[in-house]
Every structure is written in C-alpha cells, then in structure tokens.
C-alpha cells in the first residue's frame, strides 16, 4: 500500500499470541531491528529534505578511500587534508566571539 499524502510505502502487521508474555513482541522486533541495522553498518546513508520531512536517499554507501578524492587544488596526501580540515574548524571557531556580539533585537 502507499500513503497517498506523503506517497510513500507503508504496511500493517497484526501480531497474535495465545500466551499473555509480551516479550515474544519485543524480541521479535528487536530482532528486525538489529537485521536492519547490520544492513547499514559501516556505510554512509544520506537524507534529502523533502517537505517537513527528511527521506533516505538511494542506497547505504560504503566508505569511499580519501586517498581516491580529487580536491579543486590537485592531489593532496591525508596529512595535507586533516592539516585543512583543522585550518576550517580554527577558523569558524575563531568567529565565536563576534557571532556572540552579533544579535538582532526586535522590538
């Protein structure tokens, strides 16, 4: 079945049980939710906005090498892009102090 509003897929499982112990539900779920999170284990999923709303988009992405990125200036060893990486966070954090002077008032 499909959700008409949003479009997407949805089900109803109806789960009945002679016995009065409800944990049978909650292994039984728990279990579906560990299979589907070795799925994605060690790999990237990526959302897109849509709506209100954020959706998975395409598939789970293994890892991709950083060796095998080819930046704007050329080829850089891994030394040279952490080296970069933390050049960016000292510099956002160095706005720190005039993003906290910088407010607006309405009044």
């Known amino acids: 079945m499909v959700d008409l509003t949003t479009g997407a897929p949805w ?3 109806t789960l009945t049980s002679l016995a009065t112990d409800k944990r049978l539900f909650f ?3 728990s279990e579906a939710r560990r299979m589907a999170l070795e799925r994605t ?3 990237t999923v990526m959302y897109i906005a849509m709506g209100a709303d954020w959706r998975q988009f395409g598939f789970p992405r293994r890892k991709r090498p950083l060796g095998s ?3 704007m200036m050329g080829f ?3 030394e040279d892009i952490y080296s970069m990486d933390l050049q ?3 510099k956002v ?3 720190k102090h005039s993003l906290e002077n910088w407010t607006t008032v309405y009044v």
Request: charged share 35%.
């Open 93 to 95: 954090a160095s706005y």
């Open 11 to 13: 089900e109803t499982v």
């Open 69 to 71: 990125v080819i930046w």
């Open 88 to 90: 960016d966070v000292e």
């Open 27 to 29: 292994d039984i779920l």
């Open 76 to 78: 850089h060893t891994e």
């Open 41 to 43: 284990e060690g790999k």
